[in-house]
């Protein structure tokens, strides 16, 4: 789904679907990411963008084996959905698509020497009307990642949040 125009300008956070998001309205924040929900119907959406040193440690392709088995590791957990985001689960969300876009750690370059990425999972919910929240587990297993600036689209308006380790818990 795409996020509403208005939604993402009176939020002040940039077009999804830029070419290259983060560069083009300067959220390329160490420590920072974005995340955007999007509540429709049965259908939950989220969007995660963040530098890729939060998720990895450095924002480059990978040179080493080490360095290798980490960016494979994070792009099959991103597909996965696993162990990302803990839903309500009264709501019986099941993940029906995932989309990770890295282009530095899947054959493209950085520009500038930073790197982002972009993933975005849609769920389908069967008792969408159960949805009420959601709590990020992203920072357990990502300590670089200090803050997560979530917009929120859902049955009953838009909101903005300021997530992190001690406040992980989303509600709409
Ligand atoms: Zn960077």
Known sequence: MRFPLVFLL????????APCPAHAHGAHQHGVAQLMVAVEGPTLTLRLESPLDNLLGFERA????KERAAAEALLGRLKRGEGLFALTQAAECALASATVDAPVLQGGKAAAGHADLAAE???????????????VLLFRDYKRLTRLEAAVAGPRGQRAARLSARAPDLAW
Request: charged share 25%; net charge positive.
């Open 121 to 135: 999972w849609r769920y389908s919910c069967r008792a969408p009307d159960k949805l009420t929240g959601l709590r």
């Open 62 to 65: 990978p040179r080493t084996e």
């Open 10 to 17: 009176g939020l002040g956070i940039g077009l999804a679907h």
